[in-house]
């Protein structure tokens, strides 16, 4: 297929580097090491630039002052954001919206879309389940009391920015036909608790408890497969946030061998050092090719041998074993500073733990490939 990227999503590629160009990623210690050093809320500055540049409403429709792209554009600029590790909800809410435009009612999207292009209505998700293990949409579950009221209960963990943004998108299944559905909650509602949280980079998170929240049925989407079409935007996203965090690393690694001499000769001309760059650089070409193919995939519709998932199967197992390594051999090639808190290395080695994770072992998406293969043998 032609990687090729369009005039437009260009034009994104570019506006995003403009605006994350300001932002300073060893200006912020990491906060588990520092309390108190980083605020609890996200970079508003950075958030009201984000809407001015038209980076809110990327996925949106024109109706709603949006550039109507595709998630190629979104992953064009979460790469860049993740280079400067920008403290911004721009995944969620970016995925939260596209799924309420697909199909959310037209009252819904509204109310919500404008606003939220514009940067004034702030969406996370919820997509890590009770345990972080286990499906996302089996730790709530919805009962429909009425026509128009739905009642949740259940825990989601691990929720981002669940402090700040004003809602929460929140999978569930329902207890007749097992149908997953997502609900938007508001953060400040009767029956939403937050418990706070902590991430493996130190942000911020919180776990959502749910009793007997009654949620008007205009805030919930029952339609089928608006939760895989969420869970695949928020997946694919994360593994643009990995390239761009990875790229960023190799980058400084590369400065650092460049500069720092032993026996009289930069460190960057000893075989050992190029060798172990090389795969690294390898390995997030691998990593940019299989996240362009699931991206390609999952907003153009494209028919296939095998369902879209088995594309983003491949670009997770690319980037959660990548990025891993990608930052072990920084820390390794960087010596001594590698474990300075005071170095930026530090936070980003945190910060790719934390994408890691989030993505799971590569291990279970082989396995997942696995399934998807047998299900729709090639031959």
Same mark, same amino acid.
């Given at each position: 297929?032609?990687?090729?990227?369009?005039?437009?999503?260009?034009?994104?590629?570019?506006?995003?580097?403009?605006?994350?160009?300001?932002?300073?990623?060893? $200006?912020?210690?990491?906060?588990?090491?520092?309390?108190?050093?980083?605020?609890?809320?996200?970079?508003?500055?950075?958030?009201?630039?984000?809407?001015?540049?038209?980076?809110?409403?990327?996925?949106?429709?024109?109706?709603?002052?949006?550039?109507?792209?595709?998630?190629?554009?979104?992953?064009?600029?979460?790469?860049?954001?993740?280079?400067?590790?920008?403290?911004?909800?721009?995944?969620?809410?970016?995925?939260?919206?596209?799924?309420?435009?697909?199909?959310?009612?037209?009252?819904?999207?509204?109310?919500?879309?404008?606003?939220?292009?514009?940067?004034?209505?702030?969406?996370?998700?919820?997509?890590?389940?009770?345990?972080?293990?286990?499906?996302?949409?089996?730790?709530?579950?919805?009962?429909?009391?009425?026509?128009?009221?739905?009642?949740?209960?259940?825990?989601?963990?691990?929720?981002?920015?669940?402090?700040?943004?004003?809602?929460?998108?929140?999978?569930?299944?329902?207890?007749?036909?097992?149908?997953?559905?997502?609900?938007?909650?508001?953060?400040?509602?009767?029956?939403?608790?937050? $418990?706070?949280?902590?991430?493996?980079?130190?942000?911020?998170?919180?776990?959502?408890?749910?009793?007997?929240?009654?949620?008007?049925?205009?805030?919930?989407?029952?339609?089928?497969?608006?939760?895989?079409?969420?869970?695949?935007?928020?997946?694919?996203?994360?593994?643009?946030?990995?390239?761009?965090?990875?790229?960023?690393?190799?980058?400084?690694?590369?400065?650092?061998?460049?500069?720092?001499?032993?026996?009289?000769?930069?460190?960057?001309?000893?075989?050992?050092? $190029?060798?172990?760059?090389?795969?690294?650089?390898?390995?997030?070409?691998?990593?940019?090719?299989?996240?362009?193919?699931?991206?390609?995939?999952?907003?153009?519709?494209?028919?296939?041998?095998?369902?879209?998932?088995?594309?983003?199967?491949?670009?997770?197992?690319?980037?959660?074993?990548?990025?891993?390594?990608?930052?072990?051999?920084?820390?390794?090639?960087?010596?001594?500073?590698? $474990?300075?808190?005071?170095?930026?290395?530090?936070?980003?080695?945190?910060?790719?733990?934390?994408?890691?994770?989030?993505?799971?072992?590569?291990?279970?998406?082989?396995?997942?490939?696995?399934?998807?293969?047998?299900?729709?043998?090639?031959?």
């Amino acid at each position: 297929m032609d990687f090729t990227f369009s005039e437009e999503q260009q034009a994104a590629l570019e506006a995003a580097k403009a605006v994350f160009a300001a932002v300073a990623p060893d $200006a912020v210690p990491t906060p588990a090491l520092s309390p108190g050093a980083v605020a609890d809320d996200f970079d508003r500055a950075l958030w009201a630039r984000l809407a001015t540049a038209d980076l809110l409403s990327l996925l949106l429709d024109e109706q709603y002052g949006g550039a109507g792209l595709d998630p190629i554009a979104l992953c064009l600029v979460l790469r860049e954001s993740a280079k400067v590790l920008a403290r911004v909800p721009l995944l969620e809410n970016t995925a939260a919206n596209t799924v309420i435009q697909a199909h959310g009612s037209p009252e819904l999207k509204e109310e919500l879309l404008a606003r939220a292009g514009r940067g004034e209505q702030v969406l996370t998700v919820a997509a890590h389940g009770r345990t972080g293990h286990d499906p996302a949409e089996l730790s709530v579950i919805a009962r429909r009391d009425t026509d128009d009221t739905w009642t949740l209960d259940g825990v989601q963990t691990a929720v981002p920015w669940a402090y700040n943004a004003d809602s929460i998108l929140v999978p569930a299944h329902t207890d007749d036909s097992g149908l997953a559905v997502l609900a938007l909650v508001p953060r400040v509602h009767e029956g939403v608790i937050l $418990a706070e949280q902590f991430s493996t980079s130190g942000e911020r998170l919180a776990e959502l408890r749910l009793e007997s929240a009654r949620i008007t049925g205009r805030y919930v989407l029952d339609a089928e497969g608006a939760w895989d079409q969420l869970r695949l935007l928020l997946t694919t996203g994360t593994c643009a946030l990995a390239l761009g965090l990875g790229e960023r690393v190799l980058e400084m690694t590369s400065e650092y061998t460049g500069k720092r001499e032993q026996f009289g000769h930069p460190i960057a001309t000893f075989q050992a050092v $190029a060798v172990q760059a090389a795969d690294r650089y390898i390995d997030l070409r691998a990593m940019e090719a299989t996240l362009w193919q699931a991206a390609w995939r999952i907003g153009s519709g494209a028919a296939g041998a095998l369902p879209a998932a088995a594309d983003v199967a491949v670009a997770k197992i690319w980037a959660s074993e990548g990025v891993r390594r990608v930052v072990q051999t920084a820390q390794h090639l960087h010596g001594g500073f590698g $474990a300075d808190v005071d170095y930026p290395l530090h936070r980003y080695h945190a910060w790719a733990k934390h994408l890691e994770l989030s993505l799971g072992p590569a291990a279970a998406h082989e396995e997942t490939l696995g399934d998807l293969l047998a299900a729709h043998p090639l031959g």
